[in-house]
């Protein structure tokens, strides 16, 4: 069993600047078979939609288009550590922020594509 644990979630204002981290912890055989990490958001009374996703070992990323250029995705496979820079934040980036997991071939961009799922953590920009 793999488990993947968020945090850095918190209330920031308009313009400001969040840092998430996730942390996949367990088998060695099992987290080293992950490919992909990504990060995905869902606000009150919305579907869970892509925000950002990067395969291993760093070289090849994909970001939503409505955040792309404010937010920065990377990881430390030596740490089996995925984090996301959110910068500009805007009052539509809040949600609850996930991480996800997959074992497949691809950087997925659809939450069928992700194997495991964090908790989630907070984010919130007031208007």
């Known amino acids: 069993q793999v488990q993947l644990v968020e945090s850095g979630g918190g209330l920031v204002q308009a313009g400001g600047s969040l840092r998430l981290s996730c942390a996949a912890s367990?088998?060695?055989?099992?987290?080293?078979?992950?490919?992909?990490m990504g990060w995905f958001r869902q606000a009150p009374g919305k579907e869970r939609e892509f925000v950002s996703a990067?395969?291993?070992?760093?070289?090849?990323?994909n970001y939503a288009d409505s955040v792309k250029g404010r937010f920065t995705i990377s990881r430390d496979d030596g740490k089996n550590t995925v984090y996301l820079q959110m910068n500009s934040l805007k009052p539509e980036d809040t949600a609850v922020y996930y991480c996800?997991?997959?074992?497949?071939?691809?950087?997925?961009?659809?939450?069928?594509?992700?194997?495991?799922w964090g908790q989630g953590t907070q984010v919130t920009v007031p208007s």
């Open positions: 996800a997991a997959s074992y497949g071939t691809a950087v997925y961009t659809t939450t069928g594509g992700y194997d495991l």
């Open positions: 367990g088998r060695t055989y099992n987290i080293y078979g992950i490919n992909a």
């Open positions: 990067i395969r291993r070992g760093g070289g090849n990323t």
